[in-house]
C-alpha cells in the first residue's frame, strides 16, 4: 500500500505564495504517476500538475508558470510551490499516488484560501 500525507496549506493574501508537502510511505516503488489534485464545494477535482519518469512534469493551464511540483526522493516527499496565488486558487488540494500494484492512493488534503 502507500500512504500520503499533505501538509503547508493555509491562508494567504493574494499575489501570496506557499508551499505545500505530501509525505509519502509505503511501496513507493511501485508508484509511476505523482499528481497533485484541488477540490472546490460543489466542484469536480481538478488536476494541477503531474510528475512521471517518463514525461517529466505537467501542470494545467490554469497554473502554468505560477505553480512547481517536485519530488524528494531522499526525503520520500512531494511538493507544490505555489507562487502568485489567486482568490480562485482556493481550494482543497490533495496528493495522489498512481501504483502498479495498488489502489491509487490519497492524501487527506490541505485546504489553501487565498484571500485579503
Known amino acids: 500500500q502507500v500512504h500520503l500525507v499533505e501538509s503547508g496549506g493555509g491562508l494567504v493574501q493574494p499575489g501570496g505564495s506557499l508551499r505545500l508537502s505530501c509525505a509519502a510511505s509505503?511501496?513507493?516503488?511501485?508508484?509511476?504517476?505523482w499528481n497533485w489534485y484541488r477540490q472546490t464545494l460543489g466542484e469536480s477535482r481538478e488536476l494541477v500538475a503531474t510528475?512521471?519518469?517518463?514525461?517529466?512534469?505537467k501542470y494545467a493551464d490554469s497554473v502554468k508558470g505560477r505553480f512547481t511540483a517536485s519530488r524528494d526522493r531522499d526525503k520520500n516527499t512531494m511538493y507544490l510551490q505555489m507562487n502568485n496565488l489567486k482568490p480562485e486558487d482556493t481550494a482543497l488540494y490533495y496528493c495522489?499516488?498512481?501504483?502498479?500494484?495498488?489502489?491509487?492512493?490519497w492524501g487527506q488534503g490541505t485546504q489553501v484560501i487565498v484571500s485579503s
Open positions: 495522489n499516488a498512481v501504483s502498479t500494484r495498488f489502489p491509487s492512493a
Open positions: 509505503g511501496s513507493l516503488d511501485s508508484v509511476y504517476v
Open positions: 510528475i512521471t519518469a517518463a514525461s517529466g512534469t
